[in-house]
């Protein structure tokens, strides 16, 4: 699998997943300061890996503190995470990671410094190691919906790219494949900056998984055409209802499967699920620079001074949404019903 992040020598290297698919670059982070500013920029990106770079990003602050009691590290702790949690503001698991150092810092609190950093430590690992498991769970639960031969489409990149191991979304394609179902994948090139064309396509043809770059705005005619038997996309924050946060074109994407009767389906960990939102109104939307529309890539296309709006997510309502893959099994026709039984809330 593509190591896209990992733990090594007191700092962490990562996939620098703006250059491709061109370049193939890792990078080394050191400090909180470059986590942030790896994770604001998309260096690491997709839910799953932007909770672990934050859980690192964290012992990147703490490792060498010099505090001599837990309440001056508690203050040190604080501020890496507060600051961390302003990266970017969509993706839940951000904030789940965050809670769970802090929370795992507290549980610790009476033990020297050096071991509350230990304890931190190894739960970062273990927020790395969970989502290996969570990803392989997701692509086995997912097999059920994927019948021999389906062409699938799917939306910006929740691939290995996007993960500790190989995914959410395409974990399902990828442990079909492995299954002999011979699946082939339609692949949004998901404006503005590409994660369809630049991650998905990369990834899958290593994988040697059959997939056909389209347009974004070519979705409605390969449906139209009968190409398509299923959607499957990731999520970034997943409200107690159903509605599901992801890169934006996912909306259009699901009003579209409907249109032409094609079963749409998420796959996202436990940890994408937001159980204080009541709905999807309330996920917080990060909205992205204007030169990522009329310049993305180096290239203006737009005249100078045009005002852009770029929202980065939308919110699909849970009532277009087949069902969502967890590592737990299918939630089919989500609900608030559905979803806390599924979880056993
Ligand atoms: O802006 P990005 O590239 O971080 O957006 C990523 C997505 O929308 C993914 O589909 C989502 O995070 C799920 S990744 C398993």
Known sequence: MIKTIEWKNKSVKMIEQTLLPEKYKVITIKTTGEMWQAIKRLAVRGAPAIGIAAAYGVILGIQDSKAKNWIKFKRELDKTTKYLSTSRPTAVNLFWALDRMTFCAESNKDKDISKIIEALKKEADKIFKEDQRICRAIGKN??????????????????????????????????????????????????????????????????????????????????????????????DRIALNGDSANKIGTYSVAVLAKAHNIPFYIAAPKSTFDFTLKNGSEIPIEERKAEEVTCGFGKRTAPKGVPVYSPAFDVTPAKLISGIITEFGIIEKPNMTTIKKHFGL
């Open 142 to 235: 997912g097999l059920k919906v994927v019948r021999k031969g389906a062409c699938i489409l799917t939306h910006c990149n929740a691939g290995g790219l996007a993960t500790a191991d190989y995914g959410t979304a395409l974990a399902v394609m990828y442990a079909a494949d492995s299954a002999g179902k011979n699946i082939s994948v339609f692949a949004d090139e998901t404006r503005p900056l590409l994660q369809g064309s630049r991650l998905t396509a990369w990834e899958l043809m290593k994988a040697k998984i059959p997939v056909t770059l389209i347009c974004d705005n070519t979705a409605a005619q390969v449906m139209k055409e009968g190409k398509i038997d299923l959607v499957i996309t990731g999520a």
